[in-house]
């Protein structure tokens, strides 16, 4: 944030944003490190209201120049490229649909007809984007039955988040199964009891169980090891470019297939024959458990 400038006797607060300054801006097409190209002239963007007072976001949006798609204006992270609301705004006026007649929602937020139709048109096509999209199991038979019924179905089969997450927890499973047989028989029994540490998010432990599982994924063990993997492949998830992504996953399988853990380098050959499916995720943006609600909103 640069500035605000408070116009309160007209109901409105003005917020200028400027950018840092950085080396690289990804091209909006492909996500390359581009060189900054310029910035765009200001544009402004309605925001969540402050207090009473409509916010206006103030931004000289950069473009960047790709090699391959020119000069483009990068991805805005609180708004879609045709909006002059913020992502923000836009949602709490579709939640507020749900509830209430488009006239209710038009006097609350004070908008125009047009304004309120703008956004209901955007939601839909979010909403018909992400339906084209198939989340599924990396299992064959499904596969087959949505290349059977959908038009360029393998643009749009998405494998799920949650499963991908489940086959290596698997993997990991059966790493700790081994290893702990082995300890065991040498008095060890560090691994007896933890399966599902192993697969629980730390964040969601109490801290007592917290601190005892930090010892042991930060101990020598093959398990830990395993684990270390596992949670190294999710991140991929959090990627928003497919070009950092691939390279995220080429040096991660890597990694797994000269781990010398089986189940793991098995997990990682198995990722790498769908990865162009799994990589899709990072257009469609969905899973099998958001996609239901998303089917709800639409209708
Ligand atoms: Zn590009």
């Not at 399988?253 to 990682?268: D, F, I, K, N, Y």
Request: proline share 4%.
């Amino acid at each position: 944030m640069d500035s605000v400038d408070l116009k309160l006797e007209a109901g409105k607060i003005h917020v200028y944003l400027r950018h840092h300054e950085m080396i690289d801006w990804p091209c909006p097409q492909c996500g390359a490190a581009c060189k900054l190209y310029d910035d765009q002239p200001e544009r402004r963007w309605r925001h969540l209201d402050t207090c009473q007072y409509q916010t206006i976001l103030h931004a000289e949006p950069p473009r960047s120049e790709c090699r391959d798609h020119g000069v483009k204006v990068i991805k805005i992270p609180w708004a879609e490229p045709s909006s002059r609301f913020t992502a923000r705004l836009e949602a709490l006026a579709i939640e507020w649909l749900k509830a209430a007649s488009q006239k209710a929602v038009v006097g609350l937020l004070k908008l125009s007809w047009d304004e309120i139709h703008g956004i209901m048109g955007r939601a839909v096509q979010r909403g018909l984007g992400r339906r084209q999209a198939v989340a599924m199991d990396m299992w064959d038979p499904y596969i087959e039955s949505v290349r059977e019924h959908l038009p360029e179905a393998d643009g749009k089969i998405v494998f799920d988040k949650f499963h991908v997450a489940k086959h290596l927890g698997d993997a990991v499973d059966k790493v700790r199964r081994k290893e702990s047989k082995t300890l065991k028989a040498a008095g060890d029994d560090r691994l007896a009891g933890t399966r599902y540490d192993w697969l629980r998010h730390p964040a969601s432990m109490e801290a007592k169980d917290r601190r005892e599982f930090a010892e042991l994924r930060n101990s020598e063990l093959k398990t830990a090891r395993a684990w270390a993997l596992k949670e190294t492949a999710m991140a991929l998830y959090d990627y928003i470019y497919e070009r950092p992504a691939r390279k995220h996953f080429r040096w991660w399988h890597g990694w797994a297939v000269r781990s010398r853990l089986q189940p793991m380098t098995e997990a990682a050959r198995m990722l790498k024959r769908r990865f162009e499916n799994i990589i899709t995720y990072l257009r469609h943006r969905i899973t099998n458990a958001s996609s239901e609600s998303i089917n709800a909103k639409i209708q």
